[in-house]
């Protein structure tokens, strides 16, 4: 403890929004009771401070929501969201799972953050988050209540995303009009975005359609210590301890980082090359201790020939996307929201709306000459 | 098919749903953060903070920081022994933690500035030592009441559902168009979709979810429509019938375990300290909830208390004195394990005839008031007297108890209109009997499912003062209670955690504890069913006791 920690908490002061800071570090102190040395975890007072939330079927600023037990056998409960048609502008009660009527409805199969260990589908933040992105895409969005480590190790929570999957692929009211197929997206955040890339994997060979990947500071790493780790250590909210310790409780005991869980392109990794891998949109803080690993999963993925967008935020920190406070969220939200409809009809028009919509005031003119340009 | 009246929604309804409004916070939110300064970015993240608190909050919680790198040794007991209260207040839950450190730690360098606004901030506010002020948790003074309602919406209808065949959807189709029929006063629609649903019901899966408690709705609207709104006939069984469906109720499930360790684990701990408890039980039933407490009052440090339980019950038909007899069999008990015990039995067809009188209560002792869904009961009014509720929660008052112990329903089955009720109803008794799935045992589950059915009955196709089963959710309670004089006692991570165990020693995986402002719920994979909470008496100097 030394002059340059007190340094270190003021420049992270600095880059975000003071609510912003104030949630993320109250999880990192939550988090520190929680993680026990010798790697158990205190799962009793994690529920008790988890802020949760329940599903509402009334229609809460034009997106409703009810919970699905998709799986008996392991309780695996999914919450789905579903926003308020033309046709539909009320939801009926008898009838949470209609078909959907678009010509295309993208299905957005959302995995939680949490390293593995914490949160679940109703904790608040992500409730909030799926609300947002059923908005944003006009989307309905499936949010998986994956069971967690160090309780359930890996491979749990991806058994629990690719049921999720198969139960998504084959509901019919889920269907677009179009082509009479569930148009789905993997998307997650931390852990969850490492989850929906795994899920993807598995689906490789099983004929279920993923049309894209959105990996949201994916959690990934490696036995090495790179650049950024070092750099960044205990600078911005997040430890490489911490980071050891949740890779700990997930992976099967007695292995390293560079199981291929961790390190998909690793040495234990497998290369993609000739796969059909869905395109994929990864967005990196660049104030995450663990961007390396991720710009070498993007690496990775270009090196394989598969289509992959990197948006790196330069000065994002870890969760800078749950609370909407900065510039990076809207970049962020901007991008998703293309990255999801840009495989469905779109006039010029509705391309033009949707760059519009963030902003506040716009130059018309100046837009259409970019456009058309 | 027009469900729900978007205008109790404030608005928010209104069908069109913008792209652009992913930065705006909820209407209900935004309402409540200009009256309240609430940061409402933090209260969709389910947490209360006030705008014009963040800064203070924001080093606070630097100070926890560097408190828990400094001593780790406090660290992991602030981990393992600390009992943590309310963590949606997160100012006085990192305050809390704060003062468990056992020196003020050393502060860190200033906040220089803030980000948003490019001010500096006063460094004093740093270098200054704050006194270092221990909290007593028990009774941790609380904002006012209008802050407990910042994070919960109004109007809120919770469903779980389970993968259906088609003919269960049918079913719920129908059930709905017969239940809004039956609102219309259209009975001779309603009769003809009874007769439909009658036929669907022998070819739909009855045995989870909604295809179960199905067929006992279709018996509540047929009651409804053939016999009237007073024929709650069905809540006509004697008071011994009542008694041995509640004994089966309480072993199918935990739903009354958790009511009971809960509101004992807080009456211990509101007793601490003190020599001569009174217990008031609304509802004695077979007592099941007493000998718990009376042994853990045995165990406690210096000794036990002496113990009075005064428990309210209805009249025995039959010349017996079942309460006298409940008494008895706890005052052996009581007397096995040395504690001083007197019993004494009021016995009352309903809670509004008690008279505080009754109860002989003596002012040296330390009152706990315990309603397990009986609270309820009272909000059926008569236009022509006072409510029920509120003179029954002023006498209440006037006891000045050390603890009122309130477990409830978590529904909202009191709503005038009928096919709301109906509607919340069918989606909360579905998902309670699927937990009743889990049940193996018999007669307790067969038993305990005519027991629901018997509220069911009663929600659906009673009306007025017959109709009894008055169920509001917490949100409500907590307006209620604290309009009428109370305060919250929080119950903190350690009932969380007892609760948690017990739950998973007694019953099987789906059911859930959860937090919410104070107070514990207890549910089926995700929707709460059932709500336990704690009040105090809010002091206001006149406390006068019943002559």
């Not at chain 2, 209360?48 to 100070?63: D, G, H, I, Y």
């Not at chain 2, 958790?258 to 007592?287: K, P, R, S, W, Y």
């Amino acid at each position: 403890m030394g002059r340059s920690k007190e340094v270190n908490l003021n420049e992270c002061k600095m880059v975000v929004p003071l609510n912003t800071w104030v949630l993320i570090s109250n999880f990192k102190l939550a988090y520190n009771l929680l993680r026990r040395p010798d790697g158990t975890f205190n799962r009793h007072l994690a529920e008790f401070l988890d802020r949760k939330v329940p599903a509402n079927a009334n229609l809460v600023d034009g997106v409703f929501s009810f919970d699905v037990l998709i799986d008996r056998g392991t309780s695996l409960l999914s919450r789905i969201y579903r926003p308020a048609t033309a046709e539909e502008p009320q939801p009926n009660i008898a009838e949470l799972e209609k078909p959907v009527t678009a010509e295309v409805v993208p299905v957005i199969i959302f995995f939680h953050g949490g390293s593995f260990a914490h949160s679940s589908a109703n904790s608040a933040i992500y409730d909030t988050l799926c609300r947002r992105l059923v908005r944003l895409c006009k989307a309905v969005v499936v949010s998986v209540n994956y069971r967690r480590a160090p309780e359930n190790r890996y491979p749990c929570a991806y058994d629990d995303g690719w049921t999720a999957l198969k139960w998504v692929n084959s509901r019919p009211w889920l269907q677009s009009q179009k082509d009479s197929k569930v148009h789905i997206y993997l998307a997650g955040d931390s852990s969850g975005g490492n989850i929906a890339h795994h899920v993807a994997l598995r689906a490789i060979e099983s004929g279920i359609d993923v049309l894209g990947n959105i990996l949201l500071n994916p959690m990934f790493g490696g036995q090495e210590r790179t650049e950024s780790e070092k750099r960044l250590d205990g600078k911005y909210f997040v430890t490489l301890r911490d980071r050891d310790w949740y890779w700990r409780a997930y992976l099967p005991e007695g292995e390293d980082r560079d199981h291929p869980a961790c390190n998909p392109f690793g040495p234990n990794g497998r290369s993609l090359e000739g796969i059909k891998f869905p395109k994929s949109l990864v967005v990196v803080a660049g104030l995450d201790l663990i961007q390396d690993w991720q710009l070498a999963y993007v690496e990775g993925l270009k090196k394989a020939g598969q289509e992959v967008k990197l948006l790196y935020m330069e000065q994002a920190t870890i969760g800078f996307y749950l609370l909407p406070s900065s510039n990076h969220f809207h970049t962020v939200t901007d991008e998703i929201s293309k990255f999801v409809s840009s495989d469905s009809i779109k006039t010029i028009g509705e391309r033009i709306m949707q760059c519009i919509g963030p902003l506040l005031c716009v130059d018309y003119v100046c837009l259409f000459k970019c456009f058309l340009g | 098919m027009v469900l729900y009246d978007s205008a109790t929604l404030g608005g928010s309804c209104s069908g069109s749903s913008s792209s652009s409004s992913s930065s705006k916070p909820p209407p209900l939110q935004q309402r409540q953060q200009t009256q309240q300064d609430i940061d409402g970015l933090l209260a969709g993240a389910g947490y209360r903070v006030r705008s014009s608190e963040l800064r203070k909050v924001a080093q606070r919680l630097e100070r926890l920081e560097t408190a828990m790198v400094n001593s780790p040794a406090d660290l992991s007991q602030l981990a393992s022994d600390t009992i943590h209260y309310n963590p949606s207040d997160l100012a006085s839950w990192v305050d809390s933690l704060l003062s468990e450190f056992t020196q003020p730690p050393t502060c860190p360098s200033e906040f220089i500035m803030d980000p948003e606004t490019n001010q500096t901030v006063v460094s004093d506010a740093w270098t200054t030592a704050e006194p270092h002020m221990p909290q007593v948790h028990q009774n941790i003074s609380y904002q006012q009441q209008s802050l407990n309602n910042q994070l919960t919406v109004d109007n809120q209808l919770t469903v779980v559902t389970a993968m259906e065949e088609d003919s269960g959807i049918r079913l719920v189709h129908m059930l709905m168009t017969c239940a809004e029929c039956v609102q219309r006063g259209d009975f001779s629609l309603a009769t003809s979709c009874l007769e439909d649903m009658q036929g669907l019901l022998t070819r739909v899966n009855t045995v989870c979810g909604i295809g179960k408690v199905a067929g006992h709705f279709i018996d509540a609207l047929s009651r409804r429509i053939f016999q009237g709104i007073g024929g709650g006939s069905i809540n006509g069984g004697s008071a011994y019938e009542n008694e041995i469906l509640y004994h089966h109720f309480y072993e199918a499930c935990p739903y009354l375990k958790f009511a009971h360790f809960t509101a004992n684990q807080a009456i211990l701990e509101a007793f601490d300290g003190h020599d001569c408890v009174h217990v008031v039980d609304f509802n004695l039933m077979h007592g099941l909830q007493w000998p718990a407490l009376i042994q853990a009052l045995a165990l406690r440090p210096g000794g036990p208390p002496l113990l009075r339980l005064t428990g309210i019950g209805p009249p025995s038909p039959d010349g017996r004195d079942s309460l006298r007899e409940i008494g008895l069999r706890l005052a052996e008990l009581a007397r096995s394990v040395n504690v001083r015990f007197a019993f004494r039995g009021v016995a009352a067809s309903r809670l509004e005839d008690v008279k505080p009188w009754m109860l002989q209560v003596n002012p040296k002792e330390s009152v706990a008031v315990n309603s397990i869904m009986q609270l309820h009961r009272l909000l059926g009014s008569d236009l022509n007297r006072n409510s029920p509720i509120e003179t029954v929660l002023s006498w209440i008052r006037s006891l000045n108890p050390k603890i009122m112990t309130v477990v409830e329903q978590e529904a909202n089955h009191n709503q005038p209109g009928f096919l709301d009720r109906f509607t919340e109803a069918l989606h909360y008794y579905s998902t309670m009997f699927d937990s009743l799935e889990a049940c193996t045992v018999q007669p307790n589950k067969a038993l305990a499912e005519i027991y629901i059915q018997r509220e069911i009955a009663n929600v659906v196709s009673c009306e007025g003062s017959a109709r009894v089963e008055r169920h509001e959710p917490l949100s409500k309670w907590r307006t209620r209670l604290s309009g009428a004089g109370f305060r919250p006692l929080h119950l903190g991570s350690n009932a969380y955690k007892q609760a948690s165990m017990l739950l998973t020693l007694f019953s099987a995986e789906g059911y859930s504890v959860e937090e919410n402002d104070g107070c514990l719920t207890l549910g089926w994979h995700s929707r709460p069913l059932i709500a336990a909470s704690a009040w105090q008496a809010v002091s206001d100097g006149t406390a006068d006791f019943p002559a």
